[in-house]
C-alpha cells in the first residue's frame, strides 16, 4: 500500500504572527481573513497517519521576512482543515524563497 501524502501549493503571501494576533488571544480582521483565504484553497485529501514530517516553502515577496514568522498560523490553518494535530510533527522542515508573487507550498508526511 502506498503512503498517504498531501503535497500542494497555494497562491498567497504567509501571514506574518505579527500580523495575526491582538494581545495575547484574539485573531486580527488580517488573520481571520488570511484563514478563510488559505482554507478555501486548500484541497481536502485524506490525512496520513501520525507522527508527521511536513515540509513547507514560503514564497516571501520580501528580503526581510523571517522563515519562521508565518509557521504557526500556517499550521494551524492546516490542523483545522485536515485534522491533523501539531503534537504529532515530529519534523518539520523549512524553505525561504524570494519571488514576486507570494506562494506556500507543502507537503504532510507519515514519518516511518
Not at 497555494?10 to 481573513?33: C, D, E, M
Not at 514568522?69 to 519534523?91: R, T
Not at 525561504?96 to 514519518?111: A, C, P, S
Request: with cysteine; aromatic share 12%; glycine share 4%.
Amino acid at each position: 500500500m502506498k503512503a498517504v501524502t498531501i503535497k500542494q501549493k497555494i497562491h498567497i503571501n504567509p501571514l506574518s504572527v505579527n500580523k495575526a494576533w491582538q494581545g495575547k488571544r484574539f485573531k486580527t480582521k488580517a488573520y481571520k481573513q488570511y484563514e478563510r483565504d488559505v482554507l478555501l484553497q486548500l484541497k481536502w485529501s485524506v490525512q496520513p497517519l501520525p507522527p508527521y514530517r511536513i515540509d513547507i516553502e514560503f514564497g516571501f515577496t520580501s528580503v526581510l521576512s523571517d522563515i519562521d514568522n508565518p509557521v504557526k498560523c500556517f499550521v494551524d490553518i492546516l490542523q483545522k482543515k485536515y485534522g491533523i494535530n501539531d503534537k504529532d510533527v515530529y519534523e518539520m522542515n523549512l524553505k525561504k524563497t524570494i519571488v514576486k508573487d507570494g506562494y506556500i507550498k507543502f507537503g504532510i508526511y507519515h514519518l516511518k
